[in-house]
Every structure is written in C-alpha cells, then in structure tokens.
T-cell receptor
Framework: NAGVTQTPKFQVLKTGQSMTLQCAQDMNHEYMSWYRQDPGMGLRLIHYSVGAGITDQGEVPNGYNVSRSTTEDFPLRLLSAAPSQTSVYFC????????????FGNGTRLTVT | ELKVEQNPLFLSMQEGKNYTIYCNYSTTSDRLYWYRQDPGKSLESLFVLLSNGAVKQEGRLMASLDTKARLSTLHITAAVHDLSATYFCAVASTNAGKSTFGDGTTLTVKP
C-alpha cells in the first residue's frame, strides 16, 4: 500500500518556467489537498478537492492551478514560477471530508532561481 | 478566517522533564489534530480530538481539547531524545473539512 506518492522529490526551476507536481493516492480518499511549507510559517493550504471534478482555493492559491479528473490524482501546476514559490510542497489526502486525519506524501522540495 | 496559534514555537527540554505545548484557535470547531514532523520528513498523525473534553494518550504524549476555550494542549511527560521533532496542531473547518495549521513547535530534548 503506497499511500500518497509525490513526484518529483526535488526540482529546480528558472523564473518563468512552468511545471506540474504530481500527487497520487491509492486509498480511494475523496479529499485531497496541497500545502506549502515555508520556514516559520507552518503549512499553508494552496488548493483542495472534495472529490473528482471538484476543486477549490485555499489560503494561498495565486500562481497555482489544480484539476481533479480522477479520484487518485491531484496534480499541482505552477504556471510561471517565481522565486517566492521556492518551498516544500506537500500533498495530503483524507478519507471522506469529515473526521479522519490527513495522510501526507513525502514532499517536493522546489527551488526557483 | 480561522487562525491557529501555537506556543511556544521553540522548546528546549532536558530529558526527564515535563512540558506542555498550547494550541489556540479562533473560531468554533470540534475537530483538532496533532501531527509530528521529523527534520526533512513528512508529517504523521498523532492524535485526533473530536469533542469537548477529549483526551488521547500515547506513550509520553497526551493531548486534550477544550472547545469552549478553543484550546488544545499537548503534554509531554518525562521527555526523551526520541521526542525531538516539530509538532503541529491543525483545526478542521466546518466548510469542507479543510485543515488550518499552526506554525509548529520545534522540540529539542537534550540529555
């Protein structure tokens, strides 16, 4: 049982480049979300989804797009990378949307130069 | 907007000592979570607290929830080095259950 799988683990981009961070889960979880973690700022929610075809913005959505075409996958797209997007990105999923805790992937460390 | 505040943000303890981490939140919620993160690693769930007065314990860690005071505590008993990590509390909103995290408490346990 792989849980939540994120790829790549590390990525370096130049300012203005675009890329997609991949997230897949094999637990049939309805709820999926993306967070970014910056030093001293905890985790901030970027986008989330309560099921296939449904997405919504979190606290810091600007510069990021998401889609949810299947239950398993929730990719995060950076449209035009900026140095301010240098961060560690975590994908997390949860069974349903109610009481269960989040299951986190191992993270993607992104550097934008 | 839901806000979650943890204190202290940094905590250095001697082995064998007791201490408490506090988590305050700004709006009504009865779902609070504690997570642990080791350096360079992902987050793992420690406790799920779902009602006022809920208390959960595992090993040297005990978490409690007071929904009226909008306060959760994580109590550490007789700390050991293996407890060194960053601890996050998170509160789930009633809207779609999305979780808002505190800034984390980095705990260092020294021999």
């Amino acid at each position: 049982n792989a849980g939540v799988t994120q790829t790549p683990k590390f990525q370096v981009l130049k300012t203005g480049q675009s890329m997609t961070l991949q997230c897949a889960q094999d637990m049939n979880h309805e709820y999926m979300s993306w967070y970014r973690q910056d030093p001293g700022m905890g985790l901030r929610l970027i986008h989330y989804s309560v099921g296939a075809g449904i997405t919504d913005q979190g606290e810091v959505p600007n510069g990021y797009n998401v889609s949810r075409s299947t239950t398993e996958d929730f990719p995060l797209r950076l449209l035009s990378a900026a140095p301010s997007q240098t961060s560690v990105y975590f994908c997390a999923s949860r069974e349903g949307w109610n009481n269960s805790p989040l299951h986190f992937g191992n993270g993607t460390r992104l550097t934008v130069t | 907007e839901l806000k979650v505040e943890q204190n202290p943000l940094f905590l250095s303890m001697q082995e064998g000592k007791n201490y408490t981490i506090y988590c305050n939140y700004s709006t009504t919620s009865d779902r609070l979570y504690w997570y642990r993160q080791d350096p360079g690693k992902s987050l793992e769930s420690l406790f799920v607290l779902l009602s006022n007065g809920a208390v959960k314990q595992e090993g040297r860690l005990m978490a409690s929830l007071d929904t009226k005071a909008r306060l959760s505590t994580l109590h550490i008993t007789a700390a050991v080095h293996d407890l060194s990590a960053t601890y996050f509390c998170a509160v789930a909103s009633t809207n779609a259950g999305k979780s808002t995290f505190g800034d984390g408490t980095t705990l260092t346990v020294k021999p």
